[in-house]
């Protein structure tokens, strides 16, 4: 079992920037995949970003040029460099982490609020 922690949520301004951290611990294995997925009221959740143990990243449209996803693989924690924030962006961002390339995730955060106003 994985356990996540969130952290790093908050209210910014429009054009602000945040970053959120994921601590992951427990029996994580390698490869493993952990992403950033995100749930504004009333939609359904989203996936932000992703990356694979060796780096690789994936982006959603709607983010690409603005969030950076990064991962240390020594302190087993992934991050979510947030820049150039729009009120759109408000939602609550959730941590997952999967071995390999198992088709569910193994794992969640609890979730951090990021609200984007002004």
């Known amino acids: 079992q994985v356990q996540l922690v969130e952290s790093g949520g908050g209210l910014v301004q429009p054009g602000g920037s945040l970053r959120l951290s994921c601590a992951a611990s427990?029996?994580?294995?390698?490869?493993?995949?952990m992403a950033w997925y995100r749930q504004a009221p009333g939609k359904q959740r989203e996936l932000v970003a992703g990356?694979?143990?060796?780096?690789?990243?994936n982006y959603a449209d709607s983010v690409k040029v603005r969030f950076t996803i990064s991962r240390d693989n020594a302190k087993n924690t992934v991050y979510l460099q947030m820049n150039s924030l729009k009120p759109e962006d408000t939602a609550v961002y959730y941590c997952?982490?999967?071995?390999?390339?198992?088709?569910?995730?193994?794992?969640w955060g609890q979730g951090t609020q990021v609200t984007v106003s002004s």
């Open positions: 997952a982490y999967k071995t390999g390339l198992r088709p569910s995730y193994d794992s």
């Open positions: 427990g029996s994580i294995f390698s490869p493993n995949y």
């Open positions: 990356i694979t143990s060796s780096g690789r990243t």
